[in-house]
């Protein structure tokens, strides 16, 4: 997908939308500053699932650019760690953070 349309569904307010269109650029957008500002603000997102695939995004820009603002990243994380509906992915978001930037 293009930048238009990935706004067009970030912006659509359907849940499973904001969720393909996260995927899709944490997946194939160049990007990845702009990749990583989107997931972080959908972290906050009502919807389970939108905020589950907002830290899955976070994890997938480490993977596939071996870059982020940890700065940034990991301490919004660590805040959902407490959130009980999302937090085993959280987990496995940092995970992915910590593997791939060798963070530890």
């Not at 706004?7 to 996260?22: F, H, P, T």
């Not at 870059?67 to 990243?73: G, R, S, W």
């Not at 760690?81 to 910590?98: F, G, H, R, Y």
Request: glycine letters at 2%; proline letters at 4%; a negative charge.
């Amino acid at each position: 997908m293009d930048r238009a349309e990935l706004e067009r569904l970030l912006a659509s307010g359907n849940e499973k939308a904001i969720i393909e269109a996260l995927l899709c650029a944490a997946l194939y957008d160049p990007d990845w500053k702009w990749v990583q500002a989107t997931c972080l603000r959908f972290l906050d997102h009502p919807e389970k699932w939108v905020r589950w695939n907002a830290a899955t995004g976070l994890g997938h820009i480490a993977r596939i650019h071996r870059q982020l603002d940890t700065d940034i990243v990991l301490p919004r994380l660590m805040a959902l760690k407490a959130d009980p509906s999302i937090s085993s992915n959280v987990e496995d978001a940092l995970a992915d953070i910590n593997w791939y930037l060798r963070l530890q």
